[in-house]
């Protein structure tokens, strides 16, 4: 099956997954904040199945890794927003405004533009480990400056925030698992050696945490399209500096799929913000009866 095919299928995956896990960390007693919720949800079936299915969606990006290019892969996961909005209204009572289509809008069509637009591909470069721990270093830094600043704050503007941090590990997750998945087939001692094992192990564990935090806010737009976005723009700087993977080869297109992102990320801005009618301390309905 084309790696195009298997990437969609992840994006569905990873959508309804996130959705019945934010329903799942809204029945969890713990209040946002407290940090006990990432125990409590684990008792929750509901959450149960949404990690199991954000497991096949990681199972499928793997695949699609394996054959083709990180920034193409990763583009085509992002629009798992295009899933999840839907399904959020049905099974978390999400609140659908003008503002969250417009921003909506924005953000796919910002990342097919630059699916279109920018062409990326080729590569095929492996990164050092040196590189990998050093770019894993410098997303890590980014990650804990985007957590801290958005524990001081609520409502649409927290889950954009965390689901940011989120993005951030998850396009180093993906960069470790290309690596990872290419370095497969030397035996259990081979893989307990390599570096990419262990960041790919962190940066999975530290994504689980900041995207659960976002999904707890109750507002899973937001959550989504920041976590994407920023999943998109970190995959596209570490297939470029790490496997050598070009943007608009030619160059004369590269300032038009730049601005393809920075339209994705301005429909990201506009789903932070809160709906009116709505205050924006206040989540929507759990889904709790």
């Not at 997954?17 to 990432?38: K, N, Y």
């Not at 270093?137 to 990650?143: D, G």
């Not at 081979?190 to 570096?195: D, F, K, V």
């Amino acid at each position: 099956m084309a790696p195009a095919i298997v990437a969609l299928l992840a994006a569905l995956a990873f959508a309804l997954g996130s959705v019945l896990q934010q329903r799942g960390t809204l029945e969890a007693p713990a209040g946002e904040g407290d940090p006990r919720f990432l125990v409590q949800i684990i008792r929750e079936p509901i959450w149960l199945a949404g990690a199991s299915l954000q497991g096949c969606g990681w199972l499928l990006q793997a695949l699609a890794l394996e054959q083709g290019s990180l920034v193409v892969v990763q583009s085509l996961c992002t629009l798992s927003l295009v899933f999840a909005l839907p399904l959020g209204a049905r099974l978390t009572s999400q609140r659908i405004g003008r503002r969250t289509i417009a921003g909506a809008a924005l953000t796919f069509l910002g990342i097919v533009a630059f699916l279109v637009v920018g062409q990326p591909g080729g590569g095929g470069s492996i990164a050092s480990a040196a590189a990998v721990l050093t770019w894993g270093c410098i997303v890590a830094v980014a990650m804990l400056v985007l957590s801290r600043v958005a524990r001081r704050r609520r409502g649409p503007a927290a889950a954009a925030l965390f689901a940011g941090a989120a993005g951030m590990s998850f396009g180093l997750q993906a960069a470790a698992t290309k690596l990872f998945v290419t370095d497969l087939g030397g035996g259990l001692a081979a893989i307990l050696a390599m570096p990419t094992t262990y960041v790919l192990i962190v940066s999975a564990l530290a994504g689980f945490a900041l995207q659960q935090s976002a999904l707890k806010t109750g507002f899973l737009a937001p959550a989504i399209a920041a976590s994407n976005a920023t999943t998109l723009a970190t995959s596209v700087l570490l297939g470029v500096v790490l496997f050598g993977e070009s943007i608009a080869g030619d160059g004369g297109h590269l300032p038009v799929a730049v601005g393809a992102l920075a339209i994705a990320v301005v429909g990201v801005v506009l789903l932070a913000l809160p709906e009116q009618g709505r205050p924006s301390g206040d989540p929507p309905p759990s889904g709790r009866r």
